[in-house]
T-cell receptor, first 112, second 114 residues
Framework: SQKIEQNSEALNIQEGKTATLTCNYTNYSPAYLQWYRQDPGRGPVFLLLIRENEKEKRKERLKVTFDTTLKQSLFHITASQPADSATYLCAHRTSGTYKYIFGTGTRLKVLA | NAGVTQTPKFRVLKTGQSMTLLCAQDMNHEYMYWYRQDPGMGLRLIHYSVGEGTTAKGEVPDGYNVSRLKKQNFLLGLESAAPSQTSVYFC?????????????FGPGTRLLVL
């Protein structure tokens, strides 16, 4: 079955450094991958979408890459700030269905 | 626009009690979803709807029922609550069926079943 995997261990980094989160997928080739941010006690909020034919997508301090050979997407936050602390989810929606598949998310903590 | 709203925010139930969670969206979206989120399990789809009057089962539908009588509302019912249904429930919506379309989430309902 289609599966998205994210590192369940929390990632702690120092303020100002670049945070890199990983999303791996198995048993399928998504045409799009989405990244969401979730703060404690709140619903996920959409951040970025990357298409399979895009190697890289940027939005302000955020960068997402998509490597179809490795079956992996990387999510980078440059010049990280304590306000970036949250759980980040990757997700995929299969063409032809209405369902989304979410990873379990990786919790990021940026230390001041 | 309020986006996606959920009622109630928090509820405590005893085993065997019933309740209905209400989701409302004011974005005229066709597609609506109910998820539950448990530690280490991520978001799991319970039921979804592709339009007014239609519903379909997701990944974990047992013990839940849904209705979409109006386009803007999607109700999730628990007929006889069980402790295993203790979770945080999120409603979401999306405008179309395109795979690049993102979802818009509500703030969640925290449910505790004793």
């Amino acid at each position: 079955s289609q599966k998205i995997e994210q590192n369940s261990e929390a990632l702690n980094i120092q303020e100002g450094k670049t945070a890199t989160l990983t999303c791996n997928y198995t048993n399928y080739s998504p045409a799009y991958l989405q990244w969401y941010r979730q703060d404690p006690g709140r619903g996920p909020v959409f951040l970025l979408l990357i298409r399979e034919n895009e190697k890289e997508k940027r939005k302000e301090r955020l960068k997402v890459t998509f490597d179809t050979t490795l079956k992996q997407s990387l999510f980078h936050i440059t010049a990280s700030q304590p306000a970036d602390s949250a759980t980040y989810l990757c997700a995929h929606r299969t063409s032809g269905t209405y369902k989304y598949i979410f990873g379990t998310g990786t919790r990021l903590k940026v230390l001041a | 626009n309020a986006g996606v709203t959920q009622t109630p925010k928090f509820r405590v139930l005893k085993t065997g009690q019933s309740m209905t969670l209400l989701c409302a969206q004011d974005m005229n979206h066709e597609y609506m979803y109910w998820y539950r989120q448990d530690p280490g399990m991520g978001l799991r789809l319970i039921h979804y709807s592709v339009g007014e009057g239609t519903t379909a089962k997701g990944e974990v539908p047992d013990g839940y029922n849904v209705s979409r009588l109006k386009k803007q509302n999607f109700l999730l019912g628990l007929e006889s609550a069980a402790p295993s249904q203790t979770s945080v429930y999120f409603c979401a919506s999306s405008p179309t069926a395109r795979p690049q379309e993102s979802q818009y989430f509500g703030p969640g309902t925290r449910l505790l079943v004793l």
